[in-house]
């Protein structure tokens, strides 16, 4: 494997080849789609999207006057139009904004409630077994969604813009349409099963003749511009209490749906603390509770500190063997441990101390895997493909945006609100259905996050932003479920500890350990004498898909880098 040693951002173009050689099967994919992603420089900000129209739009934004909240909030609106498959109204997420100013790093929390009538065995049925179909392909698969909330508040807090203006863009996307990329047409091409079933959605997603839409074509969404405007027009509350409340109050008692006006009028958004950690000198922010993304990242971050990552190489076997055992041992403590603070208690304090991870990193053997049953126990499931959304945005007002949002799967429960023309999230599959039984992502909970009234479930996602001496650095995260933390884990490292520039630092191969499956899931691109030198001490390595989409930024010397995840090939930066 070439050592990458150029500084962030110098010589991006050679990079970029560098990258598409370490690479080839997920650089040439993108090309054959279309290739749009562009590493990118900036003197005045960035914008780093999954979507090229959400980034220029960002970018407009910034270069109109607005700051990087308002580039996101702008952005976060507009994915809900281009990129249904996970943007989103229908859903929730995390921000996190830095301001230098200030010195402040808040995180909004607008991940999705269990509606009020919600029940710890609601996804089980009469013999007490956890049914995954009803956590994920039915109305009560979805829990009241934040994002309108979320992305208002933001808005609030930081912003310039007036929500009216911030949603214009989107309302222009969704009443013109757009140019459809065959990303767009092949995600519809593949949910075309699930989606069709629900008339609503297949009303949006597919041609009257119920014949699919293809790449080139123009894609408009009446019914979601109607709804955006009506929000321009009446202000965020207008989801929860007004029309758009009703159309969705309406779409569940038509299907027997637990969630009511009642829990859509109780809706808010929570300002939270992020973690904070600190990795070889750097300030890492991540997110909190109900998200396991910061606790664990900084968990991870603590462990691996005590060992010379960069001597010992990228994606070399005892790096692999470190960094796995460590994520091991995260994933281990996540199932035991983490739920949403406002209904238990989760000991962060001490799963990200740095008394803790001396005592979990005296436990690695150098030579040995350890079994992940010698670490605890539980039932492994098999991984499946998924999709959330994250952007990374930063101005020269010392403003950056680290947001990751989702409806949790593509498209999330496959069921759009009649008459409102958006996608309704299945979140309430990351509550453990059972304690012991396996979400979709293999990810096995217990009480901390049973499903509880009013709950938040538990989240991987892991808005992040790294600061150097009180300045802005690095602003990442993934999508990618149970992957988020250890995607996210590897851009930081790859910059802090492997000194790659920031489009090298999210596009090289990635790897994962979430203690069950007890394997290493590789990318493609770890050479074989790597994985055998693995196997040798005693991993089970399996090379699977790409793992997420870490669109992301890092300032540096006043220069903003971009770095667009050539796994999604809609992905771009682009800086002004
Ligand atoms: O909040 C979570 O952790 C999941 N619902 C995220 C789902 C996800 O990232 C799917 N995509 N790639």
Request: hydrophobic share 40%; glycine share 10%; aromatic share 6%.
């Amino acid at each position: 494997m070439i050592r990458l040693t150029l500084r962030h951002g110098r010589r991006l173009a050679l990079c970029a080849l560098l990258t598409t050689l370490s690479l080839p099967a997920i650089a040439q994919q993108a090309i054959l789609e279309g290739e749009r992603f562009h590493p990118q420089e900036g003197q005045h900000g960035m914008a780093a999207t999954s979507h090229y129209l959400a980034s220029k739009i960002a970018r407009d934004v910034m270069q109109d006057g607005g700051n990087a909240v308002d580039a996101a909030v702008t952005a976060g609106f507009a994915l809900a139009v281009t990129q249904p498959r996970s943007g989103n109204i229908g859903g929730g997420g995390f921000m996190l904004i830095s301001d230098e100013e200030s010195g402040d790093v808040i995180a909004i929390d607008y991940r999705e409630k269990a509606p009020a009538a919600a029940y710890e065995t609601m996804f089980q049925n009469d013999q007490g077994e956890a049914v995954s179909e009803l956590s994920r392909y039915t109305h009560n698969a979805s829990g009241v969604p934040g994002t309108v909330a979320g992305l208002a508040l933001a808005l609030d807090k930081y912003g310039t813009l007036s929500l009216a203006e911030a949603l214009a863009p989107a309302i222009r996307l969704a009443e013109e349409g757009f140019e459809i990329p065959p990303r767009f047409a092949n995600g519809l091409r593949d949910a075309r099963e699930r989606l069709s079933q629900w008339d609503a959605s297949r009303a949006v997603f597919y041609k009257e003749d119920g014949s699919l839409y293809t790449a080139g074509e123009t894609f408009r969404q009446p019914d979601l511009a109607a709804t955006l405007k009506r929000i321009a027009a009446h202000g965020p509350r207008e989801f929860y209490e007004g029309k758009t409340a009703e159309l969705i109050a309406q779409e569940m008692a038509k299907h027997d749906g637990l969630m009511t006006a009642e829990d859509l009028a109780a809706y808010q958004p929570t300002l939270r603390d992020p973690v904070h950690g600190t990795y070889r000198g750097y300030d890492v922010y991540a997110m909190s509770p109900p998200s396991s993304g910061g606790a664990h990242i900084v968990q991870m971050l603590n462990i691996l500190e005590g060992y010379d990552i960069g001597e010992m190489g990228f994606n070399s076997a005892r790096t692999i063997h470190v960094m796995s055992e460590a994520m091991k041992r995260a994933y281990a403590d996540r199932a035991e441990y983490l739920g949403d603070t406002d209904f238990v208690d989760v000991p962060l304090e001490g799963i990200t101390s740095k008394a803790y991870a001396d005592e979990l990193r005296e436990q690695i053997d150098m030579g040995r895997a350890t079994p992940s049953d010698a670490i605890a126990a539980g039932d492994p499931l098999p991984y499946e493909s998924n999709e959330t959304t994250h952007f990374s945005i930063a101005d020269d007002n010392g403003l950056a945006v680290s947001n990751t949002y989702t409806i949790n799967f593509s498209y999330g429960s496959g069921i759009v609100v009649d008459g409102a023309g958006f996608l309704l999230n299945n979140e309430m599959d990351d509550f453990s259905a059972k304690p012991g039984t396996p979400n979709a992502y293999g990810l096995i909970g217990g009480d901390a996050n049973k499903i509880e009234p009013n709950k938040r479930m538990l989240s991987s996602m892991t808005p992040t932003i790294v600061k150097k001496d009180g300045k802005n650095f690095l602003i990442t995260g993934s999508p990618g479920g149970s992957r988020i933390i250890t995607t996210t884990l590897q851009v930081v490292m790859n910059v802090i500890d492997h000194d790659m520039n920031v489009q090298s630092a999210v596009s090289v191969p990635r790897i994962h350990h979430q203690w069950l499956p007890d394997e290493i899931r590789i990318e493609e691109g770890i050479s074989p004498d790597t994985i055998g030198l693995l196997e040798a001490m005693g991993h089970t390595v399996s090379q699977q898909d790409a793992m997420g989409a870490a669109q992301s930024v890092l300032i540096e010397d006043g220069h903003y880098y971009g770095g667009a995840d050539p796994r999604r090939s809609t992905s771009s930066a682009l800086g002004l």
